[in-house]
């Protein structure tokens, strides 16, 4: 089934990110909806901002902003005037900047761009090998992390939870190729399900692998279930998948949105200590050196740097969430032009 293709106007395209704990003050998200339609996505229930069900739509029904590269320029351009250039911005906050839709539509490459041109830090975060497509913007500019999302090389649970997606080898492959261009790479091992990903065997096994492709750093991460939307569509995947876990997971997530301490903490300490064990956890950042756009505009001198919060964020996946549901409450400006298709 193909998915319905619709452009929504957009007043900005870099939206203020209002979450403390973010290591990024600002987010770019050109698409609403996502192609991947993972069972555990915190995005899925911002399809309800735009009055559409939380189901498989979010996956069914892309929006995608319109004139989205030229929008960014001329903020940056504004921004620049004022000499109040961004210091970190979040590519792919949201919803995956490198969906299958992108490989046509290119917005994500023209917001790239953009950030390139005008010597803005960014990080972008994506499952998808499709952002080797843009190796030559992100070798000219200040790429603070690609951050590619993998927590599980297991193919039955990746078929299972994210049969959309690319599958884990192709996600390592992506690793490999960005790590030997130069580009930073962190991993981002979630949202880590319990019992299923979140053993000992399958936590080495994946940092093993993470480390061997060249990732620099790794974040690791649980599931939540920020929304009812959320949880009733992923409890309907495990109960579809996986019935036997489904009376473990009710006690897990009663009333609460993540886990309970006394299993995250066991259960974190075990994943980390795997990762840390090969050196992804606990590494100090690379300074930010970037590069110098081609054409110089930086605007006031300085302002392309980063805010001090070194490469890449170091927050967790439910600030991402809140992050992305601020943006899509009350951000983003857009509106969806009705009835007009890709």
């Known amino acids: 089934m193909r998915p319905t293709l619709e ?26 909806g996502c192609q991947h339609g993972c069972s555990f996505c915190y995005a899925r229930s911002t399809h309800a901002f735009l009055g559409r069900p939380a189901d498989d739509t ?55 761009e953009a950030l390139a041109d005008y010597g803005v830090p960014f990080s972008v975060t994506t499952r998808s090998p499709l952002v080797l497509r843009d190796l030559d913007i ?8 690609v951050n590619i999302s993998l927590h599980t090389l297991d193919m039955r649970i990746w ?10 080898w192709r996600r390592l492959e992506t690793i490999a190729r960005l790590a030997d261009a130069g580009i930073p790479v962190t991993v981002f091992a979630a949202p880590m399900l319990p019992y ?22 790794a974040m690791v991460d649980f599931l939540r279930l920020q929304t009812p939307e959320v949880k009733q569509w992923f409890f309907g995947t495990l109960e579809r998948h996986d019935p036997e876990l489904v009376p473990a997971y009710g006690r ?30 606990g590494r100090k950042p690379k300074e930010d050196v970037g590069r110098t756009p081609v054409d110089g505009r ?14 890449g964020p170091v927050g967790r996946a439910d600030g991402h969430a809140a992050a992305a549901c601020d943006e899509e409450r009350a951000g983003s400006g857009c509106t969806p032009l009705q009835l007009t298709l890709f």
């Open 7 to 32: 452009p929504m106007a957009a007043k900005t395209i870099l939206n203020r990110v209002r979450v403390p704990a973010m290591p990024f003050d600002w987010s770019i998200n050109p698409y609403r």
């Open 159 to 168: 078929r299972r939870f994210e049969p959309a997606s690319p599958a884990p």
């Open 298 to 311: 930086f605007g006031a001198e300085g302002t392309g740097g980063t805010d001090g919060s070194g490469a």
């Open 138 to 145: 992100l070798r000219r500019a200040r790429v603070l992390s």
């Open 196 to 217: 299923l990903t979140d053993t000992r065997k399958a936590a080495a096994e994946l940092a093993e692998a993470c480390a061997a492709a060249g990732a620099g750093r």
């Open 58 to 112: 979010f996956q069914r029904h892309i929006y995608w902003k319109e004139g989205a590269p030229d929008i960014l320029r001329g903020q940056l351009a504004r921004m620049a005037r004022l000499g109040r250039m961004p210091g970190h911005v979040a590519v792919g906050t949201a919803t995956d900047p490198y969906q299958p839709l992108e490989a046509k539509a290119k917005l994500t490459r023209g917001c790239l």
């Open 252 to 281: 897990l997530y009663y009333m609460r949105a993540g886990l309970p301490d006394s299993y995250l903490r066991p259960a974190r300490e075990r994943v980390e200590a795997e990762f840390r064990r090969r050196g992804l956890i």
